[in-house]
């Protein structure tokens, strides 16, 4: 590509001036991609649009109106996909990466799509049963509404397009009105994907606006009827959700933060059993994979004492077939990290995790220019009494090894994450997994069982399901996305309303 991309906001309906500001450069080679906007859209009169004009337009489709843009919208995003694919590999991401990206985003639309078939009338979602308060004709019936202001979409660099569509989807079909804010240095992908939902045309006018660039200041202007949903480090987390005004208007505020995910690998494996390579294999695998950028990677292997050395032989030796190169290249498997600045925080955090733990293993080196690193295991022998391997990420392709020596240490470790968004268990014991679950459950958002019969049918450890709840608790950020129908309910108001049964059929039928 030698045209470098001017980018541009689009506020109101109408794109703002194109590029004039920063230049965004490729992960691969550093040469010039994209140049951002120079002058700020005015965020005030973007979200103005969106209340008065995109709302009322998208809550007077109802519920199977916009289920059918989201499916709209999903082919749009498949027949332009080619483009998508040649962008997404300038942030440094292989083919698989970017479907990962591209067609899961696209996936998550098609699932809210398939979802609204089931929601029966247009303005109003029912929510349980109706509620029998009194012996008379007086009754109770939750509803949820769509909140009217606007949602501010505030999304991480590592998924461009799968991060827009995913808060997308259960936002406009609840029927908000979205203000996506991409991170800035992998902008150029959410930026051609936003331009193919705006051109496929099906998105009423003021339903969609791209905010490029900071967003400080946005949150100054948010109200009550506002929804706020982050994606990205516990760090800004913590300071937008102390923001005066979020505190003030009690705003929403839905954060997804980094975590510290472990995988255990069952106290019944042994080197020879299936359990014991699909641990391997998947350790490796979300080492690699995005170059280990994924809030949802495994960042700690939990393996039974005895199996430590077998544990870290077979990972090295996985890893040592893998360099990272081109992700323009068909063979390779690894890609590079989004840019020189994410790399060097990645060995910055790397050199702090050496305080508690060994480098064991790397994979290959990869080129020399651009954001490429080695894939690194470490070595953690007293997790116990660790503390920066339990809290210290690495956001990129690092993961530490560490034993166990029973189950109930197993589940103090994965706990010792203080919240994650995933852990996943490699075990053929049912009774051990069922204990596991019990005992850490409510420290995650999602937990993937993996055995011998279920592995080749696996969505694997790191993959959120548009179906199921994607987020989890304390250091993950407390929030929630997607989850199917769940999603919705974090842009719609729960209201008890109470009634004569002749009022509350009516409601079911607005
Ligand atoms: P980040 O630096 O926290 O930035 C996240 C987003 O916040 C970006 O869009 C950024 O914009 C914006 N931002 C920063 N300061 C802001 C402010 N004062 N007001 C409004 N917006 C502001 O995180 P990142 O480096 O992009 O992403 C990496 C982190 O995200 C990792 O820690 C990873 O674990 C986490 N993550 C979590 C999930 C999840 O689902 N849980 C998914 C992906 C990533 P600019 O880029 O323009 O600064």
New binding site residues.
Partial sequence: MTDVLALSSYAADRWAPAGGGEILVSAIDGAPVAAMPGIQAEIGDMLRHARQVGGPALRRMGFAARGKMLRAMAEAVIAHKDELYALSALTGATKNDSWLDIEGGAGVLFVYAAKAKGLAGGQILLEGEREPITKGAFAGQHILTPVRGAALH??????PVW?MLEKLAPTLLAGVPAIV?????TAWPTWAAFRILIESGVVPDGALQLLL????G??DLLTCEDVVA????????A??RAHPRVIAETIRFGA????LNASILGPDATPDSPEFDLFAKEVVREMTVKAG????AIRRALVPAPLLEAAQATIAARLAKITPDDPRLETTRMGALAGTK?RDDVRRQLARLQAEATMVAQSGEGPNEGAYMPATLLRCDRPLSAEFVHSV?A?GPVATLMPYADVGEAAELARAGKGS?VMSLFSNAPQTVATLVCETAASHGRIAIIDRDSAADSTGHGS?MPHLV???PGR??GGE?MGGLIGMKHYMQRTAVQGSPSVLDALANI
């Fill in positions: 505030i999304n991480a660099y590592n998924f991060g804010k991409p991170a800035t240095v660039g900071s967003a400080e946005a949150l982050f994606t990205g480090s516990a760090q800004t987390a300071k937008l997804e933060q980094d975590s950028q994924k809030c949802t994410q990420e956001f968004l959120p994607h987020g989890g993950a950020g996305e």
